[in-house]
């Protein structure tokens, strides 16, 4: 199951925004929360930066795992296994290309 804007090309200033500090530049970055999706029973975050940054290209997105820390919150983990990082973008596809269809 997946939760994600209409159109992430009009992705307007109400939407839900993610806001993660980045260690390397010591400055909190904004993110378009895409989509949160259930693969293989771990819940997955997909974002994209609102203002164009340069390690991240214009077609691409982040998706971290989201985890449980011992004080019952959640936190973004990286997600070190390509195989699962390529099944998690291939369900959000799947998803987009569903919802698009649904919409014609």
């Known amino acids: ?8 090309n009009n992705i307007e200033e ?11 530049t010591d400055k909190d970055e904004e993110f378009y ?10 819940w997955y975050v997909v974002m994209k930066p609102v203002e164009k940054l340069e390690d991240i290209a214009d077609d691409e997105v982040l998706i971290y795992e989201i985890v449980e820390d011992e004080d019952g919150n959640d936190n973004f983990a990286p997600i070190e296994d390509e195989e699962i990082l390529e099944k998690v973008f291939n ?3 799947a998803e987009v290309e569903k919802y ?5």
Not at 100 to 104: A, L, P
């Open 100 to 104: 698009e269809s649904d919409e014609e």
């Open 91 to 93: 369900e959000f596809m």
């Open 1 to 8: 199951m997946a939760d994600f804007f209409e159109d992430n």
């Open 33 to 42: 929360h895409l989509a949160t999706l259930d693969v293989e029973e771990k």
């Open 14 to 24: 109400e939407d839900d925004i993610i806001v993660l500090h980045n260690e390397t």
